[in-house]
């Protein structure tokens, strides 16, 4: 269950008969552009490291959602570890289309395997966060992936908050940075949804498929500003911890700001 900064009832679910006509509508659009992605996902892969497919193809997502997105600050364009706050299934598909990155999931989404083999497509490293005997291969995992898709995104949070604040950044996550990769940058990445975030945001006991039927029924366009904050330097790097603080840290004062 998703939490938020502090424990929600379950919104009702309902949507006016034109809501249910937008949502259906974009979810066909979506199953369509799916349908024609997927060969040329496997045309294009034995000719490249990092499938452009999946980038073009969460893009499209995002503009079939209404999904409108801004970015301010610059971005590390090659060896990123990006470190994002997390509000909504949104968020996957903003950063991927302004980055192309791939994330970092929990192992257990590879015991499902439809959710595995889609998150493959898109280069994700699944972490067994309190496997310490996998750490070397975590981190081997990890510097092949950035140096194939040249960013790598994580949400070190561990779950979705309400989008006004952040939650407890969880640094057992961050063990494949334990000791830091030598050449790899560790950039925090706001998503901010102001001032719409709290009818975005997946939080409470509100079902996941409530959530993004809701967000797909919207007449309004969904905008977000993804903040590429400075890499972080110094003594911010030292470990696992101090890297989980300090960007903590600097995302919540630009969420305030």
Known sequence: ???ALAPEPARPFRL???GWLRACFR?????LLFVACLPLFYLARPFTRHNPLPRLFL???GWLAGVDIRVTGERVHRGAFLLANHVSWIDIVAISAVTGTAFVGHDGLASMPLLKWLCAMNDTVFVARHDRASIHQQVEDVRAAIRDTGALTIFPEGTTSDGT??????????SALDPLPAGIAV???????????ATIAWVGEEHGLHNFLRILARARPVVLTVHF????????????????AAARKVMAQALSS
């Open 27 to 31: 979810i066909a659009a979506m199953l």
């Open 187 to 197: 950039q925090p990445v706001l998503l901010d949804f102001r001032p719409e975030a």
């Open 229 to 244: 904050l400075p890499p972080l330097a110094g003594e911010a790097l030292a470990s696992r911890k101090t890297i989980a």
């Open 16 to 18: 006016p008969a034109i």
């Open 1 to 3: 269950m998703n939490q």
């Open 59 to 61: 893009g499209g997502i």
């Open 165 to 174: 604040g952040l939650l407890p950044f969880k640094s057992s996550l961050l």
